[in-house]
């Protein structure tokens, strides 16, 4: 079983929302650090989000403030990431990720756990 499975992905519309989802299992999520990244295609992974355990504040990257949210749900082990107002530059492949440290948040530790990812296609 893999430890985190993303879901939620598929052709969006631009201007629409859709909501992705991350279920975690076999670890205790509320002491692990939650980013959602994405690769768009022809390009390199990217950092969209990282949310610190504990009650830090979410790092979100300066292309969705504003229009992306983070959630989670420490006791259902749920990680969101609400989509809004989406253009077809967030496109790509959505992937979460945890990290048993907050120092993933800023690049000094690396995540410990990646789900497969899931499809995005913004697109009318």
């Known amino acids: 079983q893999l430890p985190l499975v993303e879901s939620g992905g598929g052709l969006v519309r631009p201007g629409e929302s859709v909501r992705l989802s991350c279920a975690g299992s076999?670890?205790?999520?509320?002491?692990?650090?939650i980013g959602w990244f994405r690769r768009a295609p022809g390009k390199e992974r990217e950092r969209v989000s990282c949310?610190?355990?504990?009650?830090?504040?979410?790092y979100l990257d300066d292309s969705v403030k504003g229009r992306f949210t983070v959630s989670r749900d420490n006791a259902k082990n749920m990680f969101y990431l609400q989509m809004d107002r989406v253009t077809p530059e967030d496109t790509g492949v959505y992937y979460c990720?945890?990290?048993?440290?907050?120092?993933?948040?800023?690049?000094?530790?690396?995540?410990?756990?990646w789900g497969p990812g899931t499809q995005v296609t913004v697109s009318s």
């Open positions: 949310t610190p355990f504990g009650g830090g504040i979410t």
């Open positions: 990720a945890a990290g048993r440290s907050n120092r993933v948040c800023d690049g000094r530790e690396i995540f410990d756990m």
């Open positions: 076999g670890f205790t999520s509320s002491v692990y650090a």
